[in-house]
């Protein structure tokens, strides 16, 4: 599980910066990865208004957003924390947030779904200094926007009034404790999800697919991550245009090794699209292997036969009557084995 924290506050190490370490500390003590974000140490352009978004579906401003992108939709769960300046958020962390039209422009004008969109969460920490009635209204209703936009439901928030001098939140009666509890209420659903590790050489097309397949269809029940024995430098755009045809946003995706994500994950099962001997060989873990044939390099209809395959094939391991699936999701004690399943014919090798 991944919790992406917004650290929003101008002032490093203040009473807000102490509210969010206190949950993602939390948050990692059970189990998750975590990573705080500081907005002020990032160049975020405020949005120009170009329309470029609406007509693209990407922002033409290249900064610091553009790798902030990829974290806002690879969370499970978004932290915004942030003060109250003049009943709204601070000019860094509303940038931030003005930006993410690009991602409400995808979901809403160019109708694309990223995987994640069901399943993410999103919760609002903050903090004012005086105590007025509607002290939080403006806030709170710009973070429930906010995450829609970056497709989080909103599940709420902790407030807290009169918070301004140096370490204040740290003498709050209940403030550290409120957003420990908070964490273990939001992040402990997750953590009962199964992981499973999809894998093929370059992690550039059918393992992408596959993992936002399995995200799709069934986020709150598995953990879906996709790896590559040779990862390549980017991923194959052939295959965002034939998830595009799916409705599935496959955008601000990146490659990964194998090793790095044995690095922060552990999985319960590894399925191989057809990577052969250079599969990962973890003990205790089971293993499947598809035999997919890699449709890089080939026809755009090749691409979409391999694509629905894949989905199938998800759409099986995460049915609860498959009795294969049981055993993938469920029996993460069995000894390491390869499964293999019929073999996807390649209509081209055959002719």
């Not at 650290?7 to 975590?34: C, D, V, Y």
């Not at 109250?84 to 109708?111: C, E, M, N």
């Amino acid at each position: 599980m991944f919790v992406l924290g917004l650290q929003g506050s101008p002032r490093k190490n203040g009473n807000t910066s102490i509210l969010l370490a206190s949950f993602l500390a939390q948050a990692e003590r059970l189990g998750a990865q975590t990573y705080n974000l500081e907005i002020t140490d990032k160049r975020i352009t405020p949005c120009q208004e170009c329309g470029a978004c609406e007509r693209e579906g990407f922002c033409s401003i290249n900064d610091d957003m553009q790798g902030i992108y990829p974290l806002l939709w690879q969370a499970d769960l978004i932290v915004m924390a942030t003060p109250v300046f003049f009943y709204g958020a601070p000019a860094q962390l509303k940038a931030l947030i003005d930006r993410s039209q690009t991602l409400w422009s995808r979901r809403y004008i160019h109708k694309l779904t990223d995987p994640g969109r069901n399943w993410r969460h999103g919760f609002l920490l903050a903090l004012g200094a005086t105590r007025g009635k509607n002290l939080f209204e403006g806030v709170t209703l710009t973070a429930k926007y906010f995450f829609d936009a970056i497709g989080a439901g909103f599940d709420g928030s902790l407030t807290y009034r009169q918070i301004e001098g140096p370490g204040d939140i740290a003498k709050h009666p209940t403030a550290l404790t409120d957003v420990k509890e908070k964490a273990r209420m939001l992040i402990g659903p997750f953590l009962n999800r199964k992981k499973i590790l999809f894998v093929c050489r370059e992690n550039a097309c059918r393992s992408q697919m596959a993992s936002a397949f399995a995200r799709y269809y069934a986020g709150d029940r598995i953990e879906a991550e996709s790896a590559g024995s040779q990862p390549a430098s980017g991923i194959n755009m052939l295959m965002v245009e034939v998830m595009k045809e799916k409705g599935i946003d496959m955008a601000f995706r990146r490659t990964k090794s194998i090793e790095e994500v044995l690095g922060y994950m552990k999985p319960d099962s590894i399925i191989s699209m057809g990577c052969g001997e250079e599969c990962p060989y973890i003990h205790g873990v089971p293993m499947q292997d598809w035999n997919l044939p890699d449709p890089s390099d080939k026809p755009i209809n090749f691409m979409r036969e391999v694509r629905d395959e894949i989905e199938k094939r998800v759409e099986k391991l995460v049915s609860s009557k498959d009795p294969e699936a049981e055993r993938c999701l469920l029996n993460s004690g069995l000894k390491p084995a390869v499964v293999e399943l019929e073999v996807f014919k390649d209509p081209e090798a055959e002719s």
